[in-house]
């Protein structure tokens, strides 16, 4: 699964939500750049199929069903990816679910259901990586190495602009921007960089939306390159971040979506 490149080699890297869609396309392309990847999806058939296309290109990784959205899950996936890789250099928060409503039909199931994957659920995998990595980049540091880590979340057009009909999906990914930022600014010190991207890419979870013609030509209207991307076409930006070449850039919301965000 070479791809010439290897900017990932050696690196220990997991994957959110990584059975399907942007996460499964994140995952294949770390593994085309040496990197082991643990694949996890709360569907444990799409974990295990990605795993395995990945090793059968000749990649490494692993797969985990560990439902995102607790300590628990985080420290299990922590655990998971230490014991078959020995290192973990970058977490990649991607799993998403979307339970879009008008306010006034949204139900607290709607709203717990949303806030819990995204928003908890990102949290929760970065505090328990940071409680993973602290001492090791102290030991680093006191030796003089520096040796970057990376944190990528997940974000959205939704969470910069706010969209009718998500006030759930807006608020948790405004929230990841906040912890993007924020640990940004608690981690630097640490070497660790932490970074969101906001995509926009043709999915499961986009497919529905653009079933009303009507609507479907509303939405497209928004994007300056008048369409949605593939999510092979928002992967490299996840290498680029995750790679040697940015490790001077953190506390940023790269936008990956074709000019739906200017
Ligand atoms: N596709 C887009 O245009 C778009 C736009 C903005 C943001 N995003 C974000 O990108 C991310 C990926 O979305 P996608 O479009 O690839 O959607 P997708 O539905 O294709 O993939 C999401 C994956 O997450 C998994 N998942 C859901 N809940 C989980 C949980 N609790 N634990 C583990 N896995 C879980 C699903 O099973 C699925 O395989 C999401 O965070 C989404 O909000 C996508």
């Not at 499964?24 to 770390?30: D, E, I």
């Not at 991607?94 to 008008?102: E, F, H, I, S, T």
């Not at 970074?195 to 300056?224: C, V």
Request: hydrophobic share 50%; charged share 20%.
């Amino acid at each position: 699964m070479a791809s010439g490149v290897s900017r990932l080699k050696e690196k220990g890297c997991i994957v959110t939500g990584a059975g399907a869609g942007i996460g499964l396309a994140v995952a294949r392309a770390f593994a085309s750049e040496g990197a082991s990847v643990l694949v996890n999806d709360i569907d444990e058939d799409a974990a295990a199929r990605a795993a395995a296309s990945i090793v059968s290109d000749g990649g490494r990784a692993v797969s985990n069903a560990a439902p995102i959205g607790s300590v628990d899950s985080a420290d299990a996936l922590l655990e998971e990816a230490l014991s078959a890789f020995g290192t973990v250099d970058v977490l990649v928060n991607n799993a998403g679910v979307l339970r879009d409503r008008m306010l006034h039909n949204m139900s607290e199931e709607d709203w717990d259901t949303v806030l819990n994957v995204h928003l908890k659920g990102t949290w929760a995998c970065g505090r328990a990586l940071v409680r993973h990595w602290r001492p090791l980049a102290k030991a680093e540091a006191e030796e003089g190495r520096v040796l970057h880590r990376k944190i990528i979340n997940v974000a959205s057009a939704s969470g910069l602009m706010g969209a009718a009909g998500q006030s759930n999906y807006a608020a948790a990914k405004m929230g990841v921007v906040g912890l993007t930022k924020t640990w940004a600014k608690e981690l630097g010190r640490l070497a660790i960089n932490v970074n969101a991207i906001a995509p926009a890419a043709l999915t499961n979870m986009i497919e529905p939306l653009l079933k009303d013609p009507d609507m479907a030509e509303k939405r497209l209207a928004r994007f300056a390159l008048g369409r949605y991307g593939t999510p092979e076409e928002i992967a490299p930006t996840f290498v680029f971040l995750a790679s040697k070449d940015a490790d001077y850039i953190t506390g940023q919301v790269l936008c990956v979506d074709g000019g739906l965000v200017i």
